[in-house]
């Protein structure tokens, strides 16, 4: 491809207002964020819990790496594998109520590797149709026959399935969508499951820690066992704080990934240190459970911000509350707007989210404060009002 080719595709890119920016960040994921030098209050992290910046998750942090130094050094299956990934890899399978677990480096290679390990040609994959871009590229990467149902839409699915002749069938879904906040039907999922003989695989990246008892997530929040949910995969670097991922099943789903899943294979494990602040976090989501409580307190004043001042958003109930805004442009217009007034609302666009439907994406912390939210929604009025948008 010539240097001309790529110019043009950018220029097509930054004419359709899809152009995207890195920002420069100063200092700790905190509510109040240095961008680019100037200080903004930030309702764009995926720091649900506001563990990220914890004092005790920090410290456990710095001792971890005077004794296992800073670096993984090699795959888990060569001399990586150290005392605080087992560990580490016991407690989120007990915590999540599974036989095993395993700890990968990030989500993304969790889902491809799980995918790809699992699946083959001859064999079929079912993705709701909003699952995450990880997902969708690991259905692809798989060779397995690849289809997207209506996005939580059960009946499509279950027409997708019953014509399918596939080897093999796995189901695959999001817990809490990314853009859209909404939790995926899980128990009905589960039943299409067991009926057409399909595995379920549930990425719960955005439940994990803030939904469900203790905060276990999707599964526990729709009362899934391991025999009805058989393949769970979560991140630790939302709510969690930290960094990494895994993934908690059977005995043999955990055995078979440990063998065939090339992205746990071919890749160095996360630092040890990152592992051993990790079991720290997964205690104090346990521990502190107001957190949750404050989120929630926080959604609610949100939400019925919103409805009086008849800003449009989904039926999110959780830390994800996107302002469906229509255009890229006017998502653009609306997030400068809100910078200008130090506020930062991260405009989503395509291919991020399906064209047309564009959105603010405002994530909700623990570490936010009441007088924020409202600090918020004052701005959000205003913009609002100058700016017109597409409703729902």
């Given amino acids: 491809?010539?240097?001309?080719?790529?110019?043009?595709?950018?220029?097509?890119r930054q004419e359709q207002s899809l152009y995207r920016q890195r920002q420069l960040v100063d200092g700790p994921q905190n509510p109040e964020l240095v961008v680019n030098g100037r200080q903004y209050l930030a309702?764009?992290?995926?720091?649900?819990?506001?563990?990220?910046h914890h004092p005790k998750v920090i410290n456990t942090f710095k001792k971890a790496a005077d004794v296992y130094g800073v670096g993984g050094g090699a795959s888990h299956l060569i001399v990586g594998h150290s005392r605080a990934h087992h560990q580490l890899e016991e407690e989120l399978a007990e915590f999540t109520g599974r036989s095993r677990a395993l700890l990968f480096s990030t989500g993304y290679m969790a889902n491809l590797?799980?995918?790809?390990?699992?699946?083959?040609?001859g064999d079929a994959v079912f993705q709701d149709r909003l699952n995450h871009a990880s997902l969708l590229d690991a259905g692809r990467l798989s060779g397995a026959r690849c289809q997207r149902y209506s996005h939580v839409d059960c009946d499509n699915l279950s027409l997708r399935?019953?014509?399918?002749?596939?080897?093999?069938k796995l189901i695959v879904t999001d817990?809490?969508?990314?853009?859209?906040?909404?939790?995926?039907?899980?128990?009905?999922?589960?039943?299409?499951?067991?009926?057409?003989?399909?595995?379920?695989?549930v990425d719960d990246a955005h439940g994990f820690g803030c939904i469900g008892h203790g905060g276990r997530g999707c599964a526990d929040y729709?009362?899934?066992?391991?025999?009805?949910?058989?393949?769970?995969?979560?991140?630790?670097?939302?709510?969690?704080?930290?960094?990494?991922?895994?993934?908690?099943?059977?005995?043999?789903?955990?055995?078979?990934?440990?063998?065939f899943a090339r992205t746990y294979i071919y890749t160095t494990a996360m630092p040890p240190a990152i592992a051993?602040?990790?079991?720290?976090?997964?205690?104090l989501v346990q521990e502190e459970s107001w957190r949750r409580t404050h989120l929630t307190k926080l959604i609610n004043r949100f939400r019925a911000g919103c409805g009086a001042s008849d800003i449009p958003l989904t039926s999110s109930f959780t830390a994800i509350q996107p302002i469906m805004v229509g255009s890229a442009d006017c998502a653009l217009a609306m997030s400068h707007a809100l910078s200008e007034a130090g506020i930062l609302v991260t405009a989503i666009r395509p291919p991020s989210v399906p064209r047309g439907s564009a959105r603010l994406r405002v994530t909700l912390s623990a570490a936010h404060t009441l007088e924020q939210v409202d600090r918020l929604l004052v701005a959000l009025e205003q913009v609002t009002r100058k700016i017109p948008r597409v409703a729902l």
């Fill in 175 to 201: 817990g809490v969508f990314s853009m859209d906040g909404n939790v995926a039907p899980l128990q009905a999922l589960a039943a299409l499951a067991k009926q057409h003989d399909a595995w379920l695989m």
């Fill in 222 to 259: 729709c009362d899934l066992s391991q025999d009805n949910l058989p393949i769970l995969m979560g991140t630790l670097s939302k709510a969690f704080g930290t960094a990494g991922a895994f993934v908690a099943g059977s005995e043999s789903l955990i055995e078979t990934l440990i063998q």
């Fill in 113 to 121: 590797g799980v995918v790809s390990a699992l699946m083959g040609s």
């Fill in 276 to 283: 051993e602040a990790t079991r720290t976090s997964l205690r």
């Fill in 161 to 168: 399935l019953a014509r399918s002749s596939a080897k093999r």
């Fill in 1 to 12: 491809m010539s240097a001309f080719a790529l110019d043009t595709a950018l220029a097509q």
């Fill in 43 to 52: 309702f764009c992290s995926n720091d649900y819990l506001g563990m990220a």
